[in-house]
């Protein structure tokens, strides 16, 4: 079950390539000469849509077929023009709810997110939606090239974003060890899943510790970032420490995990009292 899941994300992502041989694809992708992209854009920003739209007309291979506010207001032109690639905006917000929608369709244009952050919470529920391609907010004009070939080609062009899928995928399909004795001993021994286990024993730092638990008061980034005066960049970091831990893929799972802890402390202290 656990092996048909991931071959089912990572067709889904269509995306990551294989270091090892040659940077092929792992997943099939029809073959495309790189000529005329038809590429349609999607944006609730009127001056983002617009802006957008000029940089990519300045590409000699791309043609730009339309643009949008709206995926839902997109979809009668894409099934009318059939473009290689549809940039989705996501700068706004989680869009992963409408891409996935409009992927139940059947449409096969590579969905493209402009805008995306570039952490683990942000990127897998995208791939996740049928995401194939991944574009920085600050991406300069020729990044943006490189990341739409590599659309069509099967890669992700962004190495860190790149790595989250790997990692991801490789988390999916490590297959759990089932309890036993160990080689050349007479001891059993076990793998206890995450949940239910407190930050000590799973290794959270102290400040990791810190951090979780602001985040199960629900305060966002920014907020928690101000609380323990350091950068966002930088409590995003421990927050993804903390979920490759607690082997979980949301903040809200991991946070669900810690109170289920500290309760668990809370009754084993009142039955010693």
Same mark, same amino acid.
């Given at each position: 079950m656990r092996w048909t899941a991931c071959i089912r994300f990572r067709n889904a992502c269509e995306t990551i390539?294989?270091?090892?041989?040659?940077g092929r694809a792992l997943s099939c992708v029809a073959e495309k000469v790189l000529g005329d992209i038809q590429l349609l854009m999607v944006s609730r920003s009127r001056l983002a849509r617009e802006g957008l739209v000029q940089l990519l007309r300045e590409f000699d291979h791309i043609a730009v077929c339309a643009a949008h506010a709206l995926?839902?207001?997109?979809?009668?032109t894409i099934l009318a023009d059939q473009?290689?690639?549809?940039?989705?905006?996501?700068?706004d917000g989680d869009h992963s709810a409408s891409i996935s929608t409009f992927r139940s369709l059947g449409i096969k244009s590579f969905i493209v997110v402009y805008g995306v952050c570039v952490?683990?919470?942000?990127?897998?529920?995208?791939? %996740?939606a049928g995401v194939s391609?991944?574009? !920085?907010?600050?991406?300069?004009?020729?990044?943006? *090239?490189? =990341?739409? +070939?590599?659309?069509?080609?099967g890669h992700v062009s962004d190495p860190v974003i790149a790595g989250i899928l790997n990692r991801y995928i490789a988390s999916q399909l490590a297959e759990p060890v089932a309890p036993g004795i160990?080689?050349?001993?007479?001891?059993?021994?076990?793998v206890k899943p995450a949940v239910g286990r407190s930050a000590a024993r799973v290794g959270l730092t102290p400040r990791e510790q810190q951090v979780l638990s602001l985040v199960d008061e629900g305060l966002s980034t920014k907020r928690i970032a101000r609380r323990l005066h350091c950068s966002p960049s930088t409590v995003k970091a421990h927050v993804a420490s903390i979920l490759t831990k607690y082997q979980v893929?949301? %903040?809200?799972?991991?946070?669900?995990?810690? !109170?289920?802890?500290?309760?668990?402390?809370?009754? *084993?202290? =009142?039955? +010693?009292?």
């Open positions: 390539s294989n270091s090892g041989s040659g995926i839902e207001q997109a979809i009668p473009p290689d690639i549809v940039v989705v905006d996501v700068s952490d683990i919470e942000s990127v897998i529920p995208y791939a %996740r391609g991944y574009v !920085r907010s600050d991406a300069s004009r020729t990044e943006w *090239d490189c =990341a739409l +070939r590599s659309v069509l080609q160990l080689p050349g001993t007479d001891r059993a021994w076990s893929h949301r %903040r809200a799972e991991a946070a669900a995990i810690f !109170r289920k802890s500290k309760l668990g402390r809370s009754l *084993d202290s =009142a039955r +010693r009292a």
